[in-house]
């Protein structure tokens, strides 16, 4: 069973940067697929973007060239470098892995002046 949490939201002005961490619990065996999603205030939920361990990775169109996704395996930790933050951004940011559908808490990003 691995246990994911998430880190890093809070309060950033429209245009600023927040850097969210996922820390898994164990270490994750290969083949797997590791996942940011958001779910805005009334909204669905948006898949942000998603990194193979092939290291291929995917971005939404809202998020390809503000956002990057990494990990670092030393750490057991998924990256989301979030550059350029409008308020339509906020929500709650989720960090995922398959196989197993394992979901983290959230983590909740508010972008506002």
């Known amino acids: 069973q691995v246990q994911l949490v998430e880190s890093g939201g809070g309060l950033v002005q429209p245009g600023g940067s927040l850097r969210l961490s996922c820390t898994a619990s164990?270490?994750?065996?290969?083949?797997?697929?590791m996942s940011w999603y958001r779910r805005r205030p009334g909204k669905g939920r948006d898949l942000v973007a998603n990194?193979?361990?092939?290291?291929?990775?995917n971005y939404a169109d809202f998020a390809r060239d503000r956002f990057t996704i990494s990990r670092d395996p030393t750490k057991n930790t998924l990256y989301l470098q979030m550059n350029n933050l409008k308020s339509d951004d906020t929500g709650t940011y989720y960090c995922?892995?398959?196989?197993?559908?394992?979901w983290g808490p959230g983590t909740q990003v508010t972008v506002s002046s």
């Open positions: 990194l193979s361990f092939l290291g291929n990775t």
């Open positions: 995922t892995l398959s196989p197993g559908e394992y």
């Open positions: 164990t270490s994750i065996r290969t083949p797997w697929l």
